[in-house]
């Protein structure tokens, strides 16, 4: 099982095509073709439906797949772990990150990271929980920065808290109910929720549950940060936002925060990984840059005990 034919199937996947992905790997179609067929025949399976349209895996390549990612990840970061031991300071770190980690802690976080570290390559996106645990899984991903309950982790990740997210209820500047101080009083109201149930943008149902009140109507769902204050500004839905995101959105000036005096939860942000993937020296010294920002801040998150 060679580690360049494995890199080869993950191209053949993103590009659908055997001479492309044989391009990636700087071998000639027919070898690729070859080390493909010799990987079948190790694992008397099939694993591509070769077609003049490209090719395309069998049941048992989008399985085999899921392993051959793992290992081509896992090798990375086995290489890079050794080289950074080393003082050889290069390869990648890959995270993602919630809103509003990435207007507060991670530019300050990323600025120091960089001065020691400059070969170093950063990859950041934007994804919350549980939307980023395949790709933890899978090792795409070397840890999220999301908000979670540490209740609801799948056993097979850790949660380690980082900084407490404060949350407003936005609506735009005109809204019948602009001054409302009681959960109650907005009852009636459509909200836009930021994530699925169990997602850290369902708070609303959380803040309503608090309050012993029904689960308040869900207008529509946007998981899109970027997409959700211009929702709000542009129309008569309540929404509960990070208040940086709040602060720092161009659709600012047509939005209100609601002076609700019911208490609004607190989601805790966590670094989220997988339990049995140790980090690269990169990795954990890019959270140690993000921790450092956070104790500098006004609310960190300690582990209870």
Request: hydrophobic letters at 45%; glycine letters at 6%; proline letters at 8%.
């Amino acid at each position: 099982m060679k580690f360049q034919t494995l890199q080869a199937l993950l191209h053949i996947e993103a590009l659908g095509s055997i001479r492309a992905a044989a391009q990636r790997v700087n071998l000639s179609q027919p070898a690729l073709t070859a080390a493909i067929q010799q990987l079948e025949e190790e694992l008397n399976a099939p694993l591509l439906v070769r077609t003049k349209q490209g090719a395309s895996f069998t049941e048992f390549g989008r399985a085999f797949l899921v392993r051959a990612r793992l290992m081509v990840e896992e090798s990375r970061r086995a290489r890079e772990e050794i080289d950074q031991l080393r003082g050889r300071w290069a390869g990648s770190v890959r995270f993602s990150t919630s809103p509003a980690v990435a207007l507060s802690l991670l530019p300050p976080a990323l600025k120091d990271f960089r001065r020691q570290h400059p070969d170093v390559q950063v990859e950041c996106r934007d994804g919350l929980y549980p939307g980023i645990t395949p790709a933890l899984r899978d090792g795409t991903l070397d840890f999220g920065l999301t908000p979670v309950h540490r209740q609801e982790v799948e056993p097979d990740l850790v949660a380690e808290p980082l900084l407490l997210t404060e949350i407003v209820i936005a609506c735009h500047r005109s809204h019948p109910l602009r001054q409302a101080t009681r959960l109650a009083e907005l009852a009636d109201c459509a909200w836009v929720h930021s994530s699925a149930p169990r997602g850290p943008g369902a708070i609303v149902e959380e803040a309503f549950a608090r309050s012993g009140l029904a689960p308040p109507r869900r207008g529509m769902t946007c998981e899109s940060f970027l997409a959700l204050p211009a929702i709000v500004a542009q129309s008569d839905f309540m929404a509960t936002l990070p208040r940086m995101v709040f602060e720092l959105n161009a659709f600012r000036a047509e939005l209100c925060e609601v002076p609700i005096e019911d208490e609004l939860p607190q989601p805790t942000v966590h670094v989220l990984r997988r339990h049995d993937l140790p980090l690269t020296p990169a990795a954990q010294a890019l959270i140690g840059w993000i921790r450092h920002h956070a104790q500098a801040g006004r609310k960190v998150a300690h582990t209870p005990g």
